[in-house]
């Protein structure tokens, strides 16, 4: 059928097909269409199955052979596929080049595009230098989360004055009003309960609610910014009216032996529960600076590599990106285009901003794959085994019955997969060489101020 291929390739992993079909054979795919046609089609003054060849030419002969190059352009580009050394990637079909025609008695040329897996040309991985954070925990750490322990172990109760002040909790009703002190329908809400200061209000009345007493009221003006968060408040002056019906606070426990036993029978004294804390912070910054570590080298690895990445890998990562995007938004698609619209902003404004971080993970996850299939990294049955039973006594399960949750909820690749990285991670930082650097606070840290 092919007479002639010829393969182009193109910036961004992409390749130029052009596929020549003889012309005998492009004739055969017509003829054949033209007799199938004439034993069904029905046309007046004829039979059916007895219309002239020539008749069904001159009413159908365009469509018929527009049939007919869909036919070569489909039996052709499979066979020649077949023998190519560049596969196209399953994310897209190739795409047409222009339109095409079919000329009987002339061969048929047609071209065709499409993304192929893109060649890495992996830079240095191993002997790369970094250096990390040396980090301290202090007194004040283990004061802050002691702070933490403190407020979760808190009694809330009503207040006896009843002033309203920074960390108390309150309950209030508030409704928008107009110049003429007359109620806006639908901006009304009852029982609202936030604590004063952590801004969790839709309009941020934090600070003029300090100094109201339980069981008064006020009409409060605010006007908010062009940028507010909310589009619907952003660059508008608003009158609400706002009583305070219920003030509490909280009663903070004593730092003693006591709190400590309150936490866990674990812990007799106070210190025991500090040096717990204490430790606890150092495998939270050790874990972190690993992280820190392991995402410099793949950094450091990526910019050193080379890798062409196609288009379609980009426009399925910024999809992937999109539907997350949709997901942890709450928002009907409808909705979140109104959102965007809103703001003077479309999705694709979205994906542009998004994109060079896309081409960064795209790139990462390509040089992770190439390394570990050159280094033959793998995990046994064994491995797999010995982390599904750490699983189950995480969760108090059996080994079996964890095994089969994972089976069950189609997981057992993906923790495979997470043993792999693991491992890959364990490989590039054995063979770096890593020398402490500036000392870091530990908020700073895990607040990524370092």
């Not at 046609?37 to 008749?55: D, E």
């Not at 020649?80 to 399953?90: C, H, R, S």
């Amino acid at each position: 059928m092919i007479t002639e291929k010829k393969v182009e390739n193109l910036e961004k992993s992409q390749v130029k097909l052009t596929i020549t079909v003889d012309k005998e054979q492009a004739r055969k795919e017509y003829d054949e269409l033209l007799v199938k046609y004439a034993k069904t089609a029905q046309i007046k003054g004829f039979r059916r199955g007895k219309v002239p060849a020539s008749i069904l030419e001159q009413k159908f002969g365009e469509s018929i052979r527009s049939e007919a190059s869909i036919s070569i352009i489909e039996n052709s580009l499979k066979e020649a596929l077949e023998t190519v050394e560049k596969k196209p990637l399953q994310l897209e079909p190739p795409s047409l080049d222009g339109e095409v025609d079919l000329e009987l008695g002339k061969d048929f040329t047609f071209a065709v595009t499409y993304d192929y897996f893109p060649e890495i040309e992996l830079g240095d991985y191993k002997g790369l230098e970094l250096e990390e954070p040396a980090v301290s925990i202090s007194a004040e750490d283990v004061n802050r989360e002691l702070e933490v322990i403190r407020d979760q172990n808190s009694v809330v109760t009503d207040k006896s004055s009843g002033v309203v002040e920074n960390g108390n909790i309150v309950t209030i009703n508030y409704v928008e009003v107009g110049e003429d002190g007359e109620e806006k329908d639908g901006t009304s809400r009852q029982d609202f309960v936030f604590t004063v200061g952590s801004g969790y209000n839709l309009y941020k009345l934090d600070d003029e609610l300090i100094g109201m007493e339980r069981d008064t009221d006020k009409t409060i003006e605010k006007e908010y910014p062009a940028d507010f968060e909310d589009p619907d408040l952003a660059g508008k002056k608003v009158r609400l009216k706002v009583k305070v019906t219920q003030v509490k606070e909280k009663q903070l426990p004593e730092l003693d032996d006591e709190l400590a036993q309150d936490v866990s029978e674990e812990y007799k004294t106070l210190d025991d529960l500090k040096k717990d804390i204490r430790k606890r912070l150092r495998e939270a910054a050790a874990e972190r600076v690993r992280r820190l570590n392991i995402d410099a080298l793949i950094d450091k690895i990526r910019q050193n590599s080379r890798i062409d990445i196609p288009e379609s890998m980009i426009r399925a990562e910024l999809g992937a990106s999109w539907s997350n995007f949709a997901s942890r938004s709450g928002l009907s698609e409808e909705q979140l285009l109104g959102v965007l619209q809103s703001q003077g902003r479309t999705p694709e404004d979205l994906f542009n901003d998004w994109k060079p971080s896309a081409e960064t993970s795209i790139a990462s996850r390509l040089v992770i794959n190439r390394i570990i299939e050159k280094e033959k990294l793998e995990v046994s049955d064994e491995e797999l085994d010995k982390e599904i039973a750490a699983s189950a006594e995480r969760s108090n399960m059996t080994p079996e019955q964890a095994r089969e949750n994972f089976e069950k909820n189609n997981m057992l690749d993906y923790i495979r997969r997470q043993l792999l990285d693991r491992k890959l991670y364990d490989f590039l930082l054995e063979n770096a060489t890593i020398r402490k650097g500036k000392k870091t606070k530990f908020l700073d840290l895990v607040q990524n101020n370092q």
